[in-house]
């Protein structure tokens, strides 16, 4: 066993954030996005009056896929960095939600040291970048206008909550493991009502999107040479 953590002696505290409470936050979780994703089912669908341009299933698809191609959006493409940054601070989120449900049940996984140091290196990505978002918060008079103390707070959990998680991958320290469910618990029962919870609305926006744009015939983009301009 060397120095990990013997599974059988884990703490009460442990053994009840880690299952019981954690399994409640997400069975909260999940009951408040229905409740929010029902409410927004239930309001009335954007009615176009004009006669359509183009072609909108084609248009939604292309609103869908701009995630996946920042060489689309202008500031993602002349701040390429940026959507680097994005993509490592959300893989690292992943990472941190899915350690959170394998190790309760196959904790043995974590004792595979590549999978170990692979898991401790997105946690690293997401404490740096964390912390790169919230000084960005501070110090740019622009973002620091349009930050909210929830945006602040969020950050703030989601950094230490990352932090706690380089300690807790190896398992070999119960409390970085425990520190690491209580942030993940707190976090199941919170996000609902946080904007971290705006990936309950991008597939509504981003349809809604694709669908007005592609009726007026702007989306997907068009090559646009000089001569069809007049």
Partial sequence: MGDYIIWENLGNGTKLVMNQLHYAGLLFMILAYTVKIYQLLKKPAAAE????????????????????????IESQKRHWYRYLEFALFHLAMAVGIGFAFIVPIIPEIMKNPIISIFAQIFFIFGFVIGISRLLRRIVIAEMRTISTPDDMFCLVLLFLWMLSGIFAAPLKSEFWLFSYYCMATFFLFYVPFSKISHYVYFPFIRYYVGKHFGHRGTFPKKNVNSQQLY
């Fill in 49 to 72: 009056g004009t006669p359509a341009r183009g072609d909108h299933k084609k248009a939604i698809q292309y609103a869908f896929m701009t995630l996946a191609m920042p060489w689309e």
